[in-house]
T-cell receptor, first 120, second 111 residues
Framework: GAVVSQHPSRVICKSGTSVKIECRSL??????MFWYRQFPKQSLMLMAT?????????EQGVEKDKFLINHASLTLSTLTVTSAHPEDSSFYIC????????????????FGSGTRLTVV | EDQVTQSPEALRLQEGESSSLNCSYT??????LFWYRQDPGKGPEFLFT???AGEEKEKERLKATLTKKESFLHITAPKPEDSATYLC????????????FGQGTELSVKP
């Protein structure tokens, strides 16, 4: 089935530095990737939608200059948290829409394994 | 406003004690309803997609059903390994494919 590989799984960074998170579609081409953040004991909140070859679409309230999203190829989408602060500490997850090797559609969106970001 | 609400927030069961999780939704146009399982520190794992009222799907001890206003995830004779957070999400028509998630139900099954 479709697999999305997300790296790193954990990262600790100093306040003010930038962190890049990568999501790769391993056995299919993902023209769209959704980026979520999840706080402890809370559900997933959509941050932005990236589309290969075009600018990302951000949800209301998400700072575009802080969360830079790039979808440079059909298999790679990245999220860069710039000038990170402790309040950016969270669990970040990417997701690709349904895709099937044979028919072009699957039943469910495929999620990456998540990245735990801790800003100290 | 499109909204998804799950209940209960937490559910504790004894092994073998069957129960149901609820997902109520209010959306402008439902394209699909998804159930996911999420273990701590991991990404959601796909369980089911339901597209229309009356549809049912089963997988091992899990069965998902859908009406025009809600979905149920029935767990029959659960085992401790079924312990996880179960997430419900809806895809709304004409919203670019994004999902709206409920807050999840944290299930704990004790032996």
């Amino acid at each position: 089935g479709a697999v999305v590989s997300q790296h790193p799984s954990r990262v600790i960074c100093k306040s003010g530095t930038s962190v890049k998170i990568e999501c790769r579609s391993l056995d299919f081409q993902a023209t769209t990737m959704f980026w979520y953040r999840q706080f402890p004991k809370q559900s997933l909140m959509l941050m932005a939608t990236s589309n290969e070859g075009s600018k990302a679409t951000y949800e209301q309230g998400v700072e575009k200059d802080k969360f830079l999203i790039n979808h440079a190829s059909l298999t790679l989408s990245t999220l860069t948290v710039t000038s990170a602060h402790p309040e950016d500490s969270s669990f970040y997850i990417c997701s690709a829409p349904p895709w099937n090797l044979r028919t072009g559609t699957t039943g469910g969106y495929t999620f990456g394994s998540g990245t735990r970001l801790t800003v100290v | 406003e499109d909204q998804v609400t799950q209940s209960p927030e937490a559910l504790r069961l004894q092994e073998g004690e069957s129960s149901s999780l609820n997902c109520s939704y209010t959306v402008s146009g439902l394209r699909g309803l998804f159930w996911y399982r999420q273990d701590p520190g991991k990404g959601p794992e796909f369980l089911f997609t339901l597209y229309s009222a009356g549809e049912e799907k089963e997988k091992e001890r899990l069965k998902a059903t859908l009406t025009k206003k809600e979905s149920f995830l029935h767990i029959t004779a659960p085992k401790p390994e079924d312990s996880a957070t179960y997430l419900c999400a809806v895809q709304v028509r004409n919203q670019g494919g994004k999902l709206i998630f409920g807050q999840g139900t944290e299930l704990s099954v004790k032996p």
